[in-house]
């Protein structure tokens, strides 16, 4: 975990600074409940997400309460046709699926939402990233999904399931979010829902790859960067848009890059001032939160990187997908990308 300035900073500056926190905090949360939970499945044959798909056997039209077994071996019975579903961190999926929920995620006592989806969740109401049993309660929801195993410690799956039925997908599950949609598509009877979205997701990075290669721009380098609180982070190579970027694109990933993602801890990681002057990305996509003033912007390393002085700079909002896993954020990711390279 990494020390965060305690200088007082505007309201923008305090809501950044708190989802910052909660990212770091909830991806090594989830890496610690990924192994804990591979440990407790390691007799058995099959992932705890097939479960739901093996048990759906009624089409969607025909839909009926059953039961299945989630990533922490729970028997949970599922409505038949679910109308108020919870799943707080897991917007993305329902979104694309056409799913409203009864609440939405938030931090920094609401302040701080996924902006990226509002044009699907105007209106939703927020709920504490740390779901307060009470707060859940008071949306009277009729299926609760969970992500992370360690959001249901120390009691608090039972609180839930005392709710309304409680299903957790799983680290291994909801850090893909390919699986992750599959299997809330499954649980909510929208399994050809969730086909379409991936095809279209797959059509759409396959015909943004070939507009970027009309640009001249396959086989360039890029990379992503977050300046907060004078410091930079660097997302990790494979979640977010550094999957979109990388797997789904086909930028070539430079060396920092590749170094910082062997060992990361998180999503986002800090990269010290003097291991950003490796940085030899052709392309470098921004989310600068600290401004025109910012100090690490004015710095002689970073007007010496090749970005840089290659005017190859593209600075992007935080209220974009680029933070997020999802079919949702992915798609933003590309249109920003096809936005600020092809001209």
């Known amino acids: 975990m990494f020390e965060v300035s305690k200088k007082k900073t505007g309201r923008a500056g305090f809501v950044l600074l708190t989802m910052l926190v909660f990212m770091l905090v909830l991806s090594a949360c989830g890496g610690n409940a990924a192994n804990n939970s591979s440990s407790n499945n390691a007799a058995g044959s099959s992932e705890p997400s097939a479960s739901a798909?093996?048990?759906?056997?009624?089409?969607?039209?025909e839909a009926a309460e059953r039961t299945v077994k989630d990533a922490m071996g729970h028997d949970v019975t599922i409505p038949a046709n679910p109308q108020k579903v919870l799943a707080s961190y897991l917007e993305d999926h329902l979104a694309a699926l056409g799913v409203k929920p009864v609440a939405q995620w938030s931090v920094a006592d609401g302040k701080s939402i996924q902006d990226y989806l509002q044009s699907s969740l105007s209106g939703v109401p927020t709920i504490a990233y740390d779901l307060p049993p009470e707060q859940v309660a008071s949306f009277a929801p009729d299926l609760i999904l969970i992500g992370s195993e360690s959001s249901v410690e120390k009691g608090l799956y039972e609180q839930y399931s005392a709710i309304a039925p409680t299903y957790v997908l799983g680290d291994a599950v909801a850090g893909d979010w390919r699986k992750a949609l599959t299997t809330?598509?499954?649980?909510?009877?929208?399994?050809?829902?969730?086909?379409?979205?991936?095809?279209?997701?797959?059509?759409?990075?396959?015909?943004?790859?070939?507009?970027?290669?009309?640009?001249?721009?396959?086989?360039?380098?890029a990379a992503v960067l977050w300046i907060?609180?004078?410091?930079?982070?660097?997302?990790?190579?494979?979640?977010?848009?550094?999957?979109?970027?990388?797997?789904?694109?086909?930028?070539?990933?430079?060396s920092l890059v590749s170094d910082i993602s062997k060992t990361a801890q998180s999503d986002w990681n800090q990269v010290p001032m003097e291991q950003l002057s490796k940085l030899d990305a052709d392309h470098i996509f921004v989310m600068n939160s600290d401004g025109a003033d910012s100090e690490t912007i004015k710095s002689g390393i970073w007007q010496?990187?090749?970005?840089?002085?290659?005017?190859?700079?593209?600075?992007?909002?935080?209220?974009?997908?680029?933070?997020?896993?999802?079919?949702?954020?992915?798609?933003?990711?590309?249109?920003?990308?096809?936005?600020?390279?092809?001209?």
Do not use: C
């Not at 093996?54 to 969607?60: E, R, V, Y």
């Open 53 to 61: 798909a093996d048990t759906a056997s009624a089409a969607p039209s």
């Open 184 to 221: 809330i598509g499954d649980l909510l009877g929208k399994q050809e829902e969730a086909e379409k979205v991936l095809a279209d997701y797959d059509q759409k990075a396959t015909d943004t790859k070939a507009q970027l290669e009309s640009a001249g721009i396959s086989g360039q380098s």
């Open 228 to 254: 907060t609180q004078k410091n930079v982070y660097m997302v990790k190579n494979n979640v977010a848009s550094g999957d979109v970027l990388y797997k789904d694109l086909g930028f070539a990933e430079p």
């Open 304 to 343: 010496g990187l090749k970005a840089v002085k290659n005017g190859n700079v593209h600075e992007i909002s935080s209220d974009g997908g680029w933070m997020y896993k999802g079919a949702l954020a992915g798609e933003q990711v590309m249109d920003e990308v096809v936005k600020n390279l092809v001209k």
